[in-house]
């Protein structure tokens, strides 16, 4: 069970969020002092294949609710090479979600963008979610999370250090509605895409319970 921190405990001395060298240490965003925790890795290079073919498509949006390990549908993207190693991933982070929050399913989103979705500072109003960049930018937060959230555009935000997700990445954050973390909740962004250079797959997903 999460302990609630006040912001004070929170220094350089014990940081606010860890890149784990394995996937099974993603269980470090348990402890307390935490906010972000994030795990790298290796895609298969057939995804990137199969997403940089789908140019033609445009932006899209595919919101579906999985269990376990079930390969999403998918239904609004084409056939092509790479499809079905993108379901196979994205039932591996569901997997991923449920086993480690014990939810029975995870909402996903995933999002082919030419913008920045969320381009300011700002923290999820939800328990936790696990973002993915395939193609793109990577998400961004801030390497000091004990900035003050009551005004994520002081300027004091503006110059903390900024770590930025690689393509495939896993990235926990946690949210304003996390048990004991009152007052805090991982403080973010979408990057900034530079002009001409393609679109943004990103991927959410956040633990579902059922009663």
Not at 62 to 89: F, K, N
Request: glycine share 10%; net charge negative.
């Amino acid at each position: 069970m999460a302990e609630a921190k006040l912001l004070s405990d929170l220094t350089p001395e014990a940081p606010t969020w860890r890149r784990v060298p394995e996937l099974a240490d993603l269980a470090e965003i348990f402890d307390p002092s935490l906010q972000v925790c994030s795990w790298q890795r290796e895609i298969d290079p057939a995804i990137g294949t199969y997403l940089s073919g789908l140019h033609q498509a445009g932006e899209l949006q595919v919101i579906e609710t999985l269990s376990p390990s079930a390969r999403p549908r998918l239904e609004s993207l084409p056939a092509g090479y790479g499809r079905t190693s993108l379901m196979d991933d994205l039932a591996l982070l569901s997997e991923v979600v449920c086993e480690l929050l014990g939810s029975s399913e995870a909402g996903l989103r995933l999002a082919r963008v030419g913008y920045a979705m969320c381009p300011g500072w700002h923290l999820d109003r939800v328990g936790i979610r696990l973002v993915c960049t395939y193609q793109g930018p990577g998400t961004e937060w801030l390497d000091d999370q004990t900035v003050e959230r009551q005004d994520l555009h002081a300027s004091r935000t503006k110059e903390d250090a900024v770590i930025q997700a690689l393509p495939g990445e896993l990235v926990l954050l946690k949210g304003a509605h996390w048990q004991g973390n009152d007052g805090f909740g991982a403080v973010h962004r979408s990057p900034e895409l530079a002009p001409g250079a393609g679109l943004r797959t990103v991927v959410t997903l956040d633990p579902l319970w059922r009663e």
